[in-house]
């Protein structure tokens, strides 16, 4: 009964220093692995005889968040409701009836499933082999101390292996060996003994019998039992930090359970197992990736896929830029269903499609001009709507092109103007359009049903896409539009399109996950940005299609931001190494694949409402775009995202 006090006393102190330690703290600090080097460890490790290890949490971390996470997937295997709770509630009272007749609380796994067969009714066999068939699929060797481990067993020292649990040895050593553990020379399980690191009495045992007056050193991860246990028995120790307790305070909780203790685990052993220090790792921007864009990107792929499957669709189109890093992890993931990666942009959708936007075009390339910080002259503007060829006619209407269309008068009379020459402006982007479709037509061929992915957040590009193929050009394909997310506006546009199913959201609109939106869209440029800086290319903006002398398409693209492509390619090596990751850990186990819109949101939810300044400022600060794209006149007025910080979020102090 003491040891089991003790336990819950234990537990209680892990919980009030991590209520001690608050949010408001840990977001001022930088997230990285406080480990010594694996050779600096195993060079110490080498002065001693006998050199011992604990198993889990130590030679062998769980890709899951806690140790009875297990049990949520037996639960699933076996089709039982409440397994989880079962399943402790009977190891509980088994080691509370030991304990009562003979004081120790050292209970084996065949004696769990006889107790379980008994009184749950579950299969003894069957829950016996599933259970550890779950453990060996979520067990993985410790990186960083695998590396500690072979280097000894390379050196030729003597490593034994002492840990508490349930499964007997013969299942122990298949554990190990499933993880890559061989050479050691004796391995000490507590249900084998009867007693275990805990009580002392398993070091005693093994001082006595097995050390002969060698030295030894013991590394494990539980503070009271593999530290302070095993110097009371004069054992020599190091303490490892478990990777849970070392990287809980930077993990958000509010996520579902198998999913959430997938995403902490994976990015407590990336973070905090010592193994992935090398530079790309270290990187703010490449952690910014794997930690937030990773299940973000993850999740809205196998969304779209899964959908796709469902409903028959040939081919998913991945709209550009944000597109880029969509179409790499999707293609990574699956190829039953092929992908195209589109090239296309919002102010080149709006000229394709100018009759149709014909509101959205005037009011992204006049009104929008007038209202910027620079103001545009009656020439630029031309320029970015490509009817330059009607600037002499404007002239002889009264208008001077170095006029600066700064007033709202003068954006409604240039565009009353425009208007007036409709059918010039038509002549423009109906060979635009023409070039567009030589481009995408081959990428339709065969197709009847296909899906228009992008970002959002009005939908601008998929809209367009089903408005050329299925009205335009009228062919026998159906365009689905998915969006990551949606405009949290009082008269949202895609809102008609969202509840007729044609255009879907993945994380939230105004009808989905509305208390995300609600959030992201009260600083929605920082929000929107901080998505964008996952889902950017490295490469241009489409300004537009034009055809060749030959009668070819060929594409037109904007002002390159080179400056951004560093920062682009470190986030996104992030991203791919988390999807990576999790193919390895968690396939084969498709509920893990199952990400909802709240699960792959609340990562990157977390960093921008608790670590904002020290995971996403700081290290982007740098990252320049140009506040009103859209033609070829040069860099326009180029902002950064320090510059857009301080507009938005000192502006509401």
């Not at 499964?167 to 003994?193: A, H, I, T």
């Not at 685990?265 to 973070?271: H, L, P, Q, T, V």
Request: glycine share 6%; net charge negative; with cysteine.
């Amino acid at each position: 009964m003491y040891s089991k006090v003790k336990n819950k006393i234990n537990i209680v102190r892990k919980r009030l220093a991590w209520n001690k330690t608050s949010v408001k703290d840990i977001a001022k600090e930088e997230e990285k692995a406080k480990r010594t080097k694996s050779t600096v460890l195993a060079r110490k490790l080498l002065e001693y005889d006998v050199i011992s290890f604990d198993i889990f949490d130590t030679l062998i971390v769980r890709t899951l968040d806690k140790p009875t996470d297990v049990f949520l997937t037996v639960g699933q295997k076996l089709g039982l409701l409440n397994y989880t709770t079962i399943r402790r509630e009977a190891e509980l009272a088994l080691r509370d009836e030991r304990e009562a007749k003979d004081g120790s609380r050292e209970v084996t796994f065949e004696q769990i499933y006889d107790y379980m067969e008994k009184y749950c009714g579950i299969p003894k066999e069957e829950g016996m082999k599933t259970e550890f068939e779950m453990e060996q699929k979520f067990c993985i060797a410790n990186p960083y101390m695998k590396e500690v481990f072979d280097l000894l067993v390379n050196f030729g020292k003597t490593v034994i292996i002492v840990s508490d649990m349930y499964f007997p040895e013969d299942m122990m050593r298949n554990l190990l060996s499933s993880c890559g553990y061989e050479g050691y020379d004796k391995l000490f399980v507590s249900c084998d003994y009867g007693y275990g690191k805990r009580s002392g009495k398993m070091y005693q045992k093994i001082s006595k019998d097995y050390l002969n007056g060698r030295s030894v050193i013991h590394v494990g991860d539980n503070e009271e039992v593999d530290r302070n246990m095993a110097k009371e028995n004069g054992w020599n120790t190091w303490w490892y930090e478990d990777i849970r307790t070392a990287g809980d305070l930077f993990r958000p909780r509010l996520m579902s359970p198998c999913v959430g203790s997938a995403y902490r685990a994976m990015a407590n052993i990336k973070m905090h197992s010592g193994a992935f220090q090398t530079k790309k790792e270290l990187l703010p921007r490449y952690q910014y990736g794997y930690l937030a864009g990773g299940i973000m990107i993850l999740g809205y792929v196998s969304w779209i896929h899964k959908q796709a499957v469902q409903e028959g669709m040939d081919k998913i189109l991945f709209i550009a830029r944000d597109g880029y890093i969509m179409k790499k992890v999707y293609d990574m993931l699956y190829q039953d269903i092929p992908s195209e990666y589109v090239y296309l942009s919002r102010n080149a959708a709006l000229k394709l499609t100018w009759n149709f936007n014909q509101y959205e075009l005037l009011k992204q390339f006049v009104t929008r001009r007038a209202e910027s910080e620079k103001p545009y002259t009656v020439e630029e503007i031309f320029i970015s709507l490509e009817i330059e060829h009607l600037l002499e006619t404007a002239i002889k209407d009264g208008w001077n092109k170095a006029k600066e269309i700064k007033e709202e008068e003068d954006a409604k009379k240039l565009k009353e103007w425009i208007v007036s020459h409709w059918e010039d402006v038509s002549k423009v982007y109906e060979t635009s359009q023409k070039a567009f479709r030589k481009y995408i037509s081959p990428m339709l061929k065969g197709c009847h049903h296909v899906a228009a992915v992008d970002t959002g957040w009005r939908g601008t590009c998929p809209v367009a896409l089903k408005h050329l193929i299925e009205k335009e050009w009228g062919l026998d394909c159906e365009v689905t539009g998915m969006m990551i997310g949606s405009c949290k506006y009082k008269q949202n546009n895609t809102l008609p399109l969202i509840q007729s199913g044609s255009l879907r959201t993945y994380i939230f609109s105004p009808i989905y996950n509305d208390h995300l939106a609600r959030f992201h869209y009260k600083n929605n440029l920082i929000h929107n940005t901080c998505v964008e800086f996952i889902t950017a290319a490295p490469h241009p903006s489409v300004y537009n299609f034009y055809l060749d002398e030959e009668g070819e398409y060929k594409i037109e693209f904007e002002y390159p931001e080179v400056e951004n492509y560093e920062i682009t390619k470190e986030i996104q090596e992030g991203v791919m190494d988390f999807v990576s990751d999790y193919k390895k850990y968690y396939q084969g186990v498709h509920s893990f694949f199952d990400i909802s819109g709240l699960d792959a949101y609340w990562p990157l939810r977390y960093v921008m409402e608790k670590r904002f300044d020290i995971a996403v400022r700081k290290p982007l600060k740098d990252y320049v775009y140009n506040k009103y794209v859209g033609g070829l006149e040069g860099k326009g007025f180029m902002s950064t995202f320090e510059d857009m910080c301080v507009e938005e979020l000192e502006a509401k102090e």
